[in-house]
């Protein structure tokens, strides 16, 4: 590839904030995928991940859309979202299966599921280099650049009228969106570098402790605590909750420990040791390693914590969950899914247009 920017080349990041900062700023939503940048020159099409790994062997569909629709020498950020069968929210379980060691099974998921590219931001078109530029001048050259074009490729909403970019907020998490992203409009594009600010959904839940993982630096450390809710008199695993510092990992360790049982009676009593599973749906390995150790130890469910979330990916937790207290007067049986908020549905069509 001749391009003014070369692969591969480590996206900019952003900040977590409580509140949709005020200023000058532009406004835009998080979308919940995988975070990409395209460099196209001709018929060469690399798909970049954050990681900097090329994701392109996963996605033919995308790198066909790049090459009949992308300008001819373009780098441009974005992120690779799947809609659900009914094209209403983004599904991000979709996504993941896509990343398959297979090319049958992933040429099967392109027709299957096929993905689309949500362009946010543009690095390089043609012979110039945009990285050093201010982002309205990006937006501005990256909507008139893509103005043509049509889904599976699009361009993010963006606005500079915070009121909008509030309502935007509340509105789009019913699609499956991922809260809000704000990037100063003088601001140069800084790989790796977390210059952005991000605005996310926060809400807390009360969940039965149900198992841990020990640390991987130690086995007399907790590395997570397994998180439960009930449903239908069932436990069933929604997540965990595992940033802790490492003296709290050992006070814990030691904490747990009268609570420790084996698995004959215990609700996900199908985990046995043997099988290194440790969620609810059987034989489930980890989503990013097939030969991650998932097993655990059980604990007698009696103890609960409120944790702090963001949103749901089906029946569990998005995200890892943020601890914020014991809750040692809630009855574990208490704690079932009707505590949790539900996003007013949104149409996904009508963000991406």
């Given at each position: 590839?001749?391009?003014?920017?070369?692969?591969?080349?480590?996206?900019?990041?952003?900040?977590?904030?409580?509140?949709?900062?005020?200023?000058?700023?532009?406004?835009?939503?998080?979308?919940?995928?995988?975070?990409?940048?395209?460099?196209?020159?001709?018929?060469?099409?690399?798909?970049?991940?954050?990681?900097?790994?090329?994701?392109?062997?996963?996605?033919?569909?995308?790198?066909?859309?790049?090459?009949?629709?992308?300008?001819?020498?373009?780098?441009?950020?974005?992120?690779?979202?799947?809609?659900?069968?009914?094209?209403?929210?983004?599904?991000?379980?979709?996504?993941?299966?896509?990343?398959?060691?297979?090319?049958?099974?992933?040429?099967?998921?392109?027709?299957?599921?096929?993905?689309?590219?949500?362009?946010?931001?543009?690095?390089?078109?043609?012979?110039?280099d945009y990285t050093e530029r201010p982002f309205?001048?990006?937006?501005?050259?990256?909507?008139?650049?893509?103005?043509?074009?049509?889904?599976?490729?699009?361009?993010?909403?963006?606005?500079?009228?915070?009121?909008?970019?509030?309502?935007?907020?509340?509105?789009?998490?019913?699609?499956?969106?991922?809260?809000?992203?704000?990037?100063?409009?003088?601001?140069?594009?800084?790989?790796?570098?977390?210059?952005?600010?991000?605005?996310?959904?926060?809400?807390?839940?009360?969940?039965?402790?149900?198992?841990?993982?020990?640390h991987k630096t130690s086995e007399e450390a907790?590395?997570?605590?397994?998180?439960?809710?009930?449903?239908?008199?069932?436990?069933?695993?929604?997540?965990?909750?595992?940033?802790?510092?490492?003296?709290?990992?050992?006070?814990?360790?030691?904490?747990?420990?009268?609570?420790?049982?084996?698995?004959?009676?215990?609700?996900?009593?199908?985990?046995?040791?043997?099988?290194?599973?440790?969620?609810?749906?059987?034989?489930?390995?980890?989503?990013?390693?097939?030969?991650?150790?998932?097993?655990?130890?059980?604990?007698?469910?009696?103890?609960?914590?409120?944790?702090?979330?963001?949103?749901?990916?089906?029946?569990?937790?998005?995200?890892?969950?943020?601890?914020?207290?014991?809750?040692?007067?809630?009855?574990?049986?208490?704690?079932?899914?009707?505590?949790?908020?539900?996003?007013?549905?949104?149409?996904?069509?009508?963000?991406?247009?």
């Amino acid at each position: 590839m001749r391009l003014p920017v070369s692969p591969p080349v480590a996206p900019m990041l952003a900040k977590a904030v409580k509140e949709i900062p005020d200023g000058p700023y532009s406004y835009e939503p998080k979308w919940d995928g995988f975070r990409s940048i395209i460099f196209r020159d001709g018929d060469e099409v690399e798909i970049g991940s954050r990681n900097e790994r090329p994701m392109t062997r996963y996605f033919p569909e995308l790198v066909t859309q790049v090459i009949e629709q992308l300008p001819e020498k373009c780098v441009i950020d974005g992120e690779i979202v799947i809609p659900d069968g009914g094209g209403a929210r983004l599904d991000f379980e979709a996504l993941l299966q896509r990343i398959h060691p297979a090319a049958s099974r992933v040429n099967l998921l392109a027709t299957q599921t096929p993905a689309r590219f949500v362009a946010f931001d543009l690095l390089a078109l043609g012979d110039t280099d945009y990285t050093e530029r201010p982002f309205s001048e990006r937006r501005a050259v990256l909507a008139d650049a893509l103005a043509g074009v049509r889904a599976p490729l699009h361009v993010t909403p963006a606005t500079t009228d915070r009121a909008l970019a509030g309502r935007w907020f509340s509105q789009f998490e019913g699609a499956g969106l991922d809260g809000l992203i704000a990037k100063r409009l003088d601001g140069g594009y800084e790989p790796d570098k977390r210059v952005m600010f991000k605005v996310k959904h926060e809400r807390t839940a009360d969940c039965v402790v149900a198992g841990y993982r020990t640390h991987k630096t130690s086995e007399e450390a907790i590395g997570s605590l397994l998180l439960g809710l009930y449903a239908d008199g069932k436990l069933a695993s929604v997540g965990v909750v595992g940033a802790f510092p490492m003296a709290r990992r050992r006070e814990l360790f030691t904490e747990m420990q009268p609570l420790v049982t084996t698995f004959e009676g215990h609700p996900w009593n199908w985990a046995r040791p043997e099988g290194v599973v440790g969620t609810p749906r059987e034989a489930e390995v980890s989503r990013w390693n097939s030969g991650k150790d998932l097993s655990f130890v059980p604990l007698r469910p009696e103890r609960v914590v409120e944790v702090r979330y963001d949103h749901m990916e089906g029946r569990r937790f998005r995200h890892t969950t943020q601890f914020v207290r014991w809750r040692d007067d809630r009855d574990p049986h208490s704690c079932t899914y009707a505590q949790l908020e539900e996003p007013v549905s949104f149409d996904l069509g009508d963000i991406l247009g």
